[in-house]
């Protein structure tokens, strides 16, 4: 037989060795099967006797092959007769079953329960605990923590979460100059009117009556509209930061620079939002919306949602306004909370069931507007427009570089990451936005 049977025998055999000792089967049901039971065990005995000494000859051979098949003994064979009889200590290749079943405890457990390989009457004897005298860990990496290998997803939680921004709703433009002029629209008139057809080919008259005169317009006159410009010169600005790192922290983070760049990046646009919106102007400032001269203001009025729709009038009357139908309503984080927990009856406290169900996807729109939130905008007022009347010129869109000039870095295995932004923004037209207070 092959090793792995005579093996898988063994075990068959000593495992119903064991059900004999240790399960009421080893006891019977009469004195004649108790007798049937005890000649069974026994002749497992020396059937695991016999096997025993079968794979401890098999263990022998394969040593001795092994042992003789080293360049060292081959070459001791050929050169004298009398080869040494002793050999370097090998390993235990015994099996974990093996090295069991032949330990003296095993052997001393089973002459207690067995003695001449019969079983003893009386009380059953508890098996003894054979005991590890090393404990195999895997909490320790020099036991079976060795073994464990690190799953790394690859995955971070990023500080911010993208989201429709300011500069989503305005016009994108480019640059590559260091100052913009453009032209505002300040104010205008619309004549436009139908015209009758011409009677006759007379021009006008004046008319001079002391103390006024009559003109007299000729039939099918077209009229003219009115016009107010102005032109605005605006300084191209930077928006920029950074953070120093270690050599070794680029090496060997991994995903270390993608995360530190988009990182940077996203921060250098969530301050230009903020710029856009309310930046006073003042160098290197930007003047955002808020701060532009000309744009409409609207009251608070009852609630935050009535108070949004009168502004949304205010921009789209060409008696108040642009006479633009407005494409978006900027608000600060309290202020779109309080849209969200608005109620049927008016208030965000009770008068009946939330308006907006909180176990459904919050809205992003409110009166046809898109719904921008914004950190950087001011509480309890909210800008609403038609958002394509102001451009953001990029001259050099966010981007980041790596450099270890500054001071002693390069001694020092230290490098500099930096986002910078360079670009202007302006309104064209600024009755075509107006700032709302949509809370007391």
Partial sequence: MTTSVLAKEFERLATRNAQLLHTEEG????????????????????????????????????ELNAWA??????????AADDAPTDRPERKDRRSAGQQLIES???????AQLAPNGQLSDGTPVNSKKFQVKDLITGGDDTSG?????????????????PRLTVRDLVLNATTDADLIEYVRAVSHTNNAQEVAEAENADDGTITFDDPDYVVSTPSGTKPNSEFSWLKVTTTVQPIA????????????????????????????????????????????????????SGILTQAFSNNIIETLRKGKTKVASTNTGSGKVPTGA????????????FRTGGSTTS?????????????????????????GMTANRAVVGYFRDAVLWDRQ????????????????????????????????????FCDCTVAT
């Fill in 397 to 432: 869109i966010a981007t980041i570089q790596a450099f270890d000039q500054h001071k002693d870095f390069a001694m020092r295995n230290l490098v500099q990451l930096l986002a910078e932004w360079w670009g202007a923004f302006g309104v064209l037209q600024p009755k075509s």
């Fill in 241 to 292: 930061h950074g953070v120093p790192i270690t050599k070794r922290a680029l090496m060997n983070g991994g995903q270390m620079r993608g995360i530190v760049d988009q990182q940077l990046r996203y921060d250098v646009e969530a301050r230009l939002n903020a710029q856009m919106i309310a930046g006073n102007g003042t160098d290197p400032n930007i003047r955002g919306i808020r701060n532009t």
């Fill in 27 to 62: 006891e019977g049901q009469s004195i004649a099967e108790s007798e049937e039971k005890a000649q069974e065990f026994e002749n497992n005995l020396q059937r695991l006797e016999e096997i025993k000494d079968l794979l401890e000859k098999e263990r022998r051979f394969d």
């Fill in 330 to 341: 900027v608000l600060a984080p309290e202020n779109l909370e309080t849209l969200d927990l």
């Fill in 351 to 375: 008068d009946g069931p939330f308006l907006v169900s909180p176990f459904g996807d919050a809205p992003t729109r409110i009166w046809g507007m898109n719904l921008v939130e914004e950190p």
């Fill in 69 to 78: 098949s080293t360049p060292e003994r081959r070459s001791a064979a050929f």
């Fill in 104 to 110: 003296d405890d095993f052997k001393a457990w089973l």
């Fill in 145 to 161: 923590g060795a073994f464990f290998q690190t799953d790394y997803s690859g995955l971070y939680v990023p500080f911010v979460q």
